[in-house]
């Protein structure tokens, strides 16, 4: 199989369903918005925890408020709640169908732990989170946690519009999470992180955001925001020795091989004690793999 153009891949990806939600967190959520004594931060807190519906809610008003303007764009969950109000929430929520559902669209792509995905993509927003705050690193409308719990969506749009690569390259197992990215380059053209950051762009989510998904496995690229994708990645790579690879099939890395990354460099270059951080992260990593397990 010959790559598609880029043309074919633009058009596929524009093409692309509104992502669904996964069905547990769909009955939460609606369980929120049917009380009477619930407050909004706590439906934000359970939106947080999908990528796909973060998408919506973030895209939805954007598009609504601010349309495409560049001056002005939301990306935290709860002042985007506060815009769309509960009874939009309510309609996003009930006319969207759940994960299993969408890949109905075009299921020659076999059965993959989709639990996983989420969980790495949980647990990587919550860790880039985390450790940016303990390195004193602020971003505004939780910037931070979006751009974590996103970053590997061209994974999920890579399986609804080229199911068949998907399914070529996501059955193998390869020694490093590298070899899947050049894997991808090689067979798609684009790697996920490439396809995921033109899908948030063209669903008017902020350009810091799209920069660091973009370059989230080789942040000495990003113009943007480096520390953001150096977050990412590093967050990624621990949350990856937890066991919580999402859907690739490779090695589990070594504890603490993250400090080899260039994400890790990027992020204490400039810090006056990393092995104040490094504590941090085996206590914070802890608690993760706690709340990771007990997610689904």
Avoid at 36 to 46: G, H, K, M, N, T
Avoid at 127 to 143: D, G, P, W
Avoid at 251 to 261: C, D, T
Wanted: net charge negative.
């Amino acid at each position: 199989m010959q790559p598609p153009s880029d043309f074919l891949l633009i058009e596929k990806i524009n093409q692309c369903p509104k992502l669904a939600s996964l069905r547990s967190i769909n009955e939460t959520l609606r369980s929120l918005l049917e009380s009477e004594d619930s407050f909004l931060a706590q439906i934000a807190e359970v939106i947080r925890l999908d990528p796909s519906l973060t998408t919506r809610v973030l895209d939805l008003v954007n598009s609504i408020f601010f349309g495409s303007k560049d001056n002005k764009r939301i990306s935290g969950v709860e002042e985007a709640s506060i815009f769309l109000g509960l009874n939009r929430i309510r309609e996003l929520l009930f006319a969207t169908p759940v994960i299993e559902e969408i890949l109905e669209l075009g299921k020659n792509t076999p059965s993959f732990p989709w639990e996983e995905f989420w969980k790495n993509s949980i647990g990587t927003a919550i860790l880039t989170r985390e450790l940016l705050s303990v390195l004193e690193i602020n971003y505004e409308e939780e910037a931070d946690y979006v751009a974590g719990l996103l970053h590997n969506l061209g994974i999920l749009i890579l399986a609804i519009t080229f199911p068949d690569y998907f399914r070529k390259i996501y059955l193998k197992k390869y020694d490093s999470a590298e070899d899947i990215i050049e894997e991808e380059q090689t067979k798609v053209g684009w790697n996920h992180a490439k396809i995921g950051a033109y899908y948030l762009w063209n669903h008017h989510i902020s350009d810091e955001i799209v920069d660091a998904i973009h370059w989230h496995d080789q942040p000495e690229k990003s113009k943007e925001s480096p520390k953001l994708a150096s977050a990412i990645q590093v967050s990624e790579a621990i949350v990856s020795e937890l066991g919580f690879t999402g859907l690739n099939k490779c090695k589990q890395r070594e504890p603490g091989s993250y400090q080899n990354l260039e994400g890790w460099r990027i992020l204490t270059s400039e810090h006056k004690e990393p092995e104040k951080v490094i504590g941090f992260i085996e206590e914070a990593s802890e608690r993760l793999n706690q709340s990771l397990k007990g997610i689904f």
